[in-house]
Protein backbone atom coordinates (compact mmCIF):
# COMPACT_ATOMS: atom_id res chain seq x y z
CA UNK A 1 0.00 0.00 0.00
CA UNK A 2 1.38 3.30 -1.39
CA UNK A 3 1.85 5.25 2.15
CA UNK A 4 3.66 7.75 4.37
CA UNK A 5 4.69 6.91 7.33
CA UNK A 6 5.36 8.99 10.71
CA UNK A 7 6.33 8.33 13.86
CA UNK A 8 5.47 9.17 16.89
CA UNK A 9 2.30 9.79 16.43
CA UNK A 10 2.32 11.67 19.70
CA UNK A 11 5.74 12.81 21.93
CA UNK A 12 5.30 14.55 24.92
CA UNK A 13 8.97 16.07 25.69
CA UNK A 14 10.43 18.37 27.64
CA UNK A 15 12.84 21.75 27.05
CA UNK A 16 15.97 21.12 25.21
CA UNK A 17 15.94 17.09 24.81
CA UNK A 18 16.88 16.58 21.43
CA UNK A 19 14.54 14.81 19.43
CA UNK A 20 13.55 13.36 15.91
CA UNK A 21 10.54 12.57 14.23
CA UNK A 22 10.91 9.78 11.36
CA UNK A 23 9.08 9.91 7.78
CA UNK A 24 9.17 7.62 5.36
CA UNK A 25 7.58 6.93 1.73
CA UNK A 26 7.12 3.77 0.03
CA UNK A 27 6.58 5.75 -3.51
CA UNK A 28 9.87 6.57 -4.60
CA UNK A 29 8.57 10.08 -4.71
CA UNK A 30 11.55 12.81 -4.89
CA UNK A 31 10.36 15.28 -3.33
CA UNK A 32 9.85 15.69 0.26
CA UNK A 33 7.99 18.38 3.13
CA UNK A 34 7.40 18.99 6.52
CA UNK A 35 4.84 20.98 7.96
CA UNK A 36 3.36 21.88 10.82
CA UNK A 37 0.02 22.82 11.74
CA UNK A 38 -1.09 25.24 14.47
CA UNK A 39 -4.61 26.80 15.42
CA UNK A 40 -6.15 29.29 12.86
CA UNK A 41 -2.94 29.20 10.86
CA UNK A 42 -2.98 26.42 8.83
CA UNK A 43 0.05 24.34 7.68
CA UNK A 44 3.18 26.06 7.35
CA UNK A 45 5.62 24.46 5.45
CA UNK A 46 9.56 24.57 7.59
CA UNK A 47 11.57 22.19 5.21
CA UNK A 48 11.47 20.78 1.92
CA UNK A 49 13.89 18.09 -0.39
CA UNK A 50 13.59 17.65 -3.96
CA UNK A 51 15.66 14.97 -4.07
CA UNK A 52 18.32 12.93 -2.30
CA UNK A 53 21.46 15.58 -0.28
CA UNK A 54 18.40 18.26 -1.62
CA UNK A 55 16.97 20.26 0.80
CA UNK A 56 15.65 23.69 1.28
CA UNK A 57 14.41 25.84 4.41
CA UNK A 58 10.24 26.50 4.00
CA UNK A 59 9.03 28.93 5.78
CA UNK A 60 9.07 28.59 9.38
CA UNK A 61 12.69 26.25 9.48
CA UNK A 62 13.52 28.19 12.78
CA UNK A 63 14.85 25.39 15.53
CA UNK A 64 14.77 22.47 13.17
CA UNK A 65 16.76 20.41 11.26
CA UNK A 66 15.97 17.82 8.23
CA UNK A 67 18.09 15.65 6.42
CA UNK A 68 18.22 13.40 3.07
CA UNK A 69 20.35 10.70 3.27
CA UNK A 70 18.38 8.43 1.15
CA UNK A 71 15.10 9.11 -1.17
CA UNK A 72 12.81 7.25 1.15
CA UNK A 73 13.45 9.13 4.55
CA UNK A 74 13.29 12.57 6.03
CA UNK A 75 13.26 12.96 9.67
CA UNK A 76 12.97 16.28 10.96
CA UNK A 77 15.42 16.71 13.98
CA UNK A 78 14.42 19.00 16.75
CA UNK A 79 18.05 19.85 18.85
CA UNK A 80 16.79 21.87 21.49
CA UNK A 81 12.68 22.13 21.45
CA UNK A 82 10.99 24.64 22.84
CA UNK A 83 7.18 24.87 24.17
CA UNK A 84 6.64 27.10 21.12
CA UNK A 85 7.24 23.93 19.29
CA UNK A 86 4.39 22.39 20.50
CA UNK A 87 2.25 21.51 17.51
CA UNK A 88 0.76 18.61 14.90
CA UNK A 89 3.28 17.85 12.44
CA UNK A 90 3.05 16.51 8.84
CA UNK A 91 5.09 15.06 6.26
CA UNK A 92 4.57 14.78 2.79
CA UNK A 93 5.80 13.47 -0.09
CA UNK A 94 5.04 13.80 -4.30
CA UNK A 95 6.44 12.12 -7.21
CA UNK A 96 8.76 15.67 -8.43
CA UNK A 97 7.37 18.78 -7.87
CA UNK A 98 4.99 19.91 -5.19
CA UNK A 99 2.73 20.87 -8.07
CA UNK A 100 2.36 17.27 -8.10
CA UNK A 101 -0.37 15.28 -6.07
CA UNK A 102 0.78 15.22 -1.99
CA UNK A 103 0.49 12.38 0.09
CA UNK A 104 0.36 13.16 3.76
CA UNK A 105 1.60 11.16 6.79
CA UNK A 106 -1.02 10.72 9.66
CA UNK A 107 0.83 13.29 11.67
CA UNK A 108 2.96 13.55 14.90
CA UNK A 109 1.64 15.89 17.55
CA UNK A 110 4.32 16.78 19.96
CA UNK A 111 3.91 18.54 23.12
CA UNK A 112 6.52 20.21 24.44
CA UNK A 113 6.59 21.18 28.48
CA UNK B 1 4.02 38.02 0.00
CA UNK B 2 1.75 35.06 -0.86
CA UNK B 3 -1.39 34.36 1.31
CA UNK B 4 -3.81 32.77 0.88
CA UNK B 5 -7.18 33.39 3.66
CA UNK B 6 -10.61 31.10 4.24
CA UNK B 7 -13.00 31.85 6.88
CA UNK B 8 -12.73 29.22 10.03
CA UNK B 9 -15.87 27.67 10.60
CA UNK B 10 -18.76 26.81 8.18
CA UNK B 11 -22.02 25.11 9.43
CA UNK B 12 -25.04 23.35 7.12
CA UNK B 13 -27.58 21.10 7.12
CA UNK B 14 -27.62 17.81 6.49
CA UNK B 15 -28.55 17.65 2.06
CA UNK B 16 -28.28 21.51 1.38
CA UNK B 17 -25.06 22.57 -0.40
CA UNK B 18 -21.99 23.85 0.99
CA UNK B 19 -19.65 26.56 -0.46
CA UNK B 20 -16.34 27.42 1.07
CA UNK B 21 -14.66 30.48 0.05
CA UNK B 22 -11.03 31.29 -0.47
CA UNK B 23 -9.27 33.99 -1.36
CA UNK B 24 -5.31 34.14 -2.27
CA UNK B 25 -3.25 37.70 -3.13
CA UNK B 26 -0.62 35.33 -5.70
CA UNK B 27 -1.39 36.51 -9.42
CA UNK B 28 1.06 34.09 -10.93
CA UNK B 29 -0.61 31.55 -9.22
CA UNK B 30 -0.83 28.13 -11.48
CA UNK B 31 -2.26 25.53 -9.72
CA UNK B 32 -4.98 25.89 -6.66
CA UNK B 33 -5.66 22.93 -4.55
CA UNK B 34 -8.97 21.94 -2.27
CA UNK B 35 -7.66 19.49 0.66
CA UNK B 36 -9.80 17.67 3.14
CA UNK B 37 -8.61 16.52 6.73
CA UNK B 38 -11.03 14.63 8.81
CA UNK B 39 -10.45 14.14 12.42
CA UNK B 40 -7.04 12.54 13.54
CA UNK B 41 -6.25 12.06 9.73
CA UNK B 42 -3.19 13.89 7.80
CA UNK B 43 -4.64 16.15 4.44
CA UNK B 44 -5.97 14.36 1.65
CA UNK B 45 -6.31 15.95 -1.91
CA UNK B 46 -9.78 16.49 -2.59
CA UNK B 47 -9.08 17.98 -6.05
CA UNK B 48 -7.28 20.90 -8.10
CA UNK B 49 -8.05 23.72 -10.70
CA UNK B 50 -5.25 25.14 -13.18
CA UNK B 51 -5.58 28.48 -13.16
CA UNK B 52 -6.75 28.77 -16.49
CA UNK B 53 -9.60 27.01 -15.73
CA UNK B 54 -13.07 28.85 -14.63
CA UNK B 55 -14.48 25.91 -13.00
CA UNK B 56 -14.04 22.11 -12.64
CA UNK B 57 -16.93 19.64 -11.76
CA UNK B 58 -16.28 16.02 -10.01
CA UNK B 59 -19.36 14.27 -8.88
CA UNK B 60 -20.52 16.38 -5.54
CA UNK B 61 -17.80 18.61 -5.78
CA UNK B 62 -17.55 21.76 -7.72
CA UNK B 63 -14.78 24.28 -7.88
CA UNK B 64 -15.27 27.93 -9.04
CA UNK B 65 -12.05 30.13 -9.43
CA UNK B 66 -12.34 33.92 -10.40
CA UNK B 67 -8.86 34.80 -11.47
CA UNK B 68 -9.37 38.33 -11.48
CA UNK B 69 -10.65 38.76 -7.88
CA UNK B 70 -8.01 35.98 -6.59
CA UNK B 71 -11.58 34.17 -5.55
CA UNK B 72 -11.77 30.32 -5.30
CA UNK B 73 -14.58 28.12 -3.90
CA UNK B 74 -15.60 24.42 -3.33
CA UNK B 75 -19.33 23.27 -3.80
CA UNK B 76 -20.11 20.21 -1.92
CA UNK B 77 -23.71 19.34 -3.54
CA UNK B 78 -26.33 17.22 -1.31
CA UNK B 79 -23.96 17.57 2.24
CA UNK B 80 -23.44 14.43 3.80
CA UNK B 81 -22.18 13.70 7.79
CA UNK B 82 -19.09 12.14 6.27
CA UNK B 83 -18.10 15.66 4.78
CA UNK B 84 -17.84 16.88 8.17
CA UNK B 85 -14.05 17.73 8.52
CA UNK B 86 -11.62 20.76 7.70
CA UNK B 87 -11.04 22.11 4.48
CA UNK B 88 -7.78 23.60 2.83
CA UNK B 89 -7.41 26.52 0.37
CA UNK B 90 -4.10 26.28 -1.07
CA UNK B 91 -2.24 27.43 -4.10
CA UNK B 92 1.07 26.90 -5.75
CA UNK B 93 2.82 29.77 -5.28
CA UNK B 94 5.38 31.38 -7.37
CA UNK B 95 8.25 29.52 -6.69
CA UNK B 96 7.81 25.91 -8.19
CA UNK B 97 8.57 24.29 -4.91
CA UNK B 98 6.15 24.95 -2.29
CA UNK B 99 1.99 25.02 -1.99
CA UNK B 100 0.80 28.19 0.33
CA UNK B 101 -1.94 26.40 2.66
CA UNK B 102 -5.15 29.15 4.17
CA UNK B 103 -6.21 28.09 7.45
CA UNK B 104 -8.71 25.90 6.62
CA UNK B 105 -12.79 26.08 7.43
CA UNK B 106 -14.51 23.50 9.37
CA UNK B 107 -17.48 22.51 7.76
CA UNK B 108 -19.91 20.76 10.89
CA UNK B 109 -23.55 19.39 9.47
CA UNK B 110 -26.42 19.90 11.34
CA UNK B 111 -29.49 17.56 11.28
Known amino acids: EAQVTQNPRYLITVTGKKLTVTCSQN?????MSWYRQDPGLGLRQIYY???????DKGDVPEGYKVSRKEKRNFPLILESPSPNQTSLYFC????????????FGPGTRLLVL | GEDVEQSLFLSVREGDSSVINCTYT??????LYWYKQEPGAGLQLLTY?????DMKQDQRLTVLLNKKDKHLSLRIADTQTGDSAIYFC???????????FGSGTRLSIRP
Open chain 1, 92 to 103: ASSRRTVQETQY
Open chain 1, 27 to 31: MNHEY
Open chain 1, 49 to 55: SMNVEVT
Open chain 2, 26 to 31: DSSSTY
Open chain 2, 49 to 53: IFSNM
Open chain 2, 90 to 100: AERGSSASKII
